[in-house]
């Protein structure tokens, strides 16, 4: 952003990737910027991906040639090769973002059903920026590795407030979720089960889970189980047959399967990977 009006809370610059995590995307600026009343940004094209969101105050976002109003608690990204262009709308605009950079970064961010658009999304998390800023400053390859995760848990919460909203105009798919939500690590848990607790039967129940949260309930069982058994394995020392009980699968060999079909590598090979210190 530019000088004079705007005020930099703070920002962080990795520098250029070295030897390290092969990532699927790298983040490399961040920041936390407070602007004045008068404040436009230079216009130019870009070859990243960068995520604002809105703290307080508002702004003026460019997309496409459209001029659209950014107010608090409010999300939009632009993408590589759009027109980077935006101003500030009143006496004050308070914003964090980021930046995301690889081939794999727009594909990454459009399964989140986010696109060159506005999006509600809820007060930015402060505490999630100031990791990312911390994994930004950290010259070990840990602390990329550490800022995309960052990225994604962000984009996360991004995609949630999404679904959250569409999830409203459905209450009982929104209470399907809460139980998937408690009760993800129990074996029993399954597709079938909730369709007879709810009363609906299986193709009906996958119909309106897909319409209001974007993905299956069996898919949606499956990311929550592999999200937290990756997160076992690399920050636990606990057996990899102990870690599959705990996240729902019984069969640690089908757990082992699975794992290396969604993330590309066996759970010792993962552990070794990206665990603390590695």
């Keep these: 952003m530019g000088a004079k009006k705007t005020f930099r809370i703070w920002e962080a610059h990795r520098p250029a990737a070295g030897p390290g995590f092969k990532l699927p995307f790298r983040v490399e600026y961040a920041g936390h910027y407070r602007s004045k009343a008068g404040f436009r940004s230079s216009v130019k094209t870009i070859d990243f991906i960068q995520v604002f969101w809105c703290a307080a105050g508002q702004g003026v976002i460019v997309i496409n040639g459209r001029e659209r109003i950014l107010r608090a608690g409010q999300v939009t990204l632009y993408f590589p090769r759009m027109e980077h262009r935006y101003y500030t ?160 699968y019984l069969d640690r060999h089908y757990f082992a399967r699975l794992l290396k079909k969604r993330m590309g590598a066996s759970p010792a090979r993962l552990r070794k990977k990206f665990s603390v210190g590695h």
């Design 89 to 248: 709308a009143g006496k004050k605009w308070d914003i964090y973002w980021w930046t995301m950079q690889g081939s794999l970064a727009p594909s990454i961010t459009a399964a989140f059903g986010l696109g060159a658009e506005i999006y509600d999304a809820g007060p930015p998390p402060a505490g999630i920026f100031a990791q990312l800023d911390r994994a930004l400053r950290n010259p070990a390859p840990y602390g990329e590795a550490q800022a995309a995760s960052i990225a994604f848990q962000l984009l996360v919460r991004i995609g949630h407030s999404q679904a959250k909203i569409k999830r409203q105009a459905d209450p009982e798919i929104s209470g399907i979720v809460e139980t998937i939500n408690v009760e993800w690590h129990k074996p029993a848990l399954n597709v079938k089960q909730l369709a007879a607790a709810s009363g609906m039967n299986r193709t009906a129940l996958s119909h309106r889970f897909r319409k209001a949260v974007g993905i299956s309930p069996g898919e949606y069982i499956a990311r929550l189980r592999v999200q937290n058994a990756v997160s076992l394995l690399t920050g636990t020392r606990r057996s990899v047959k102990d870690i599959a009980a705990s996240c729902g």
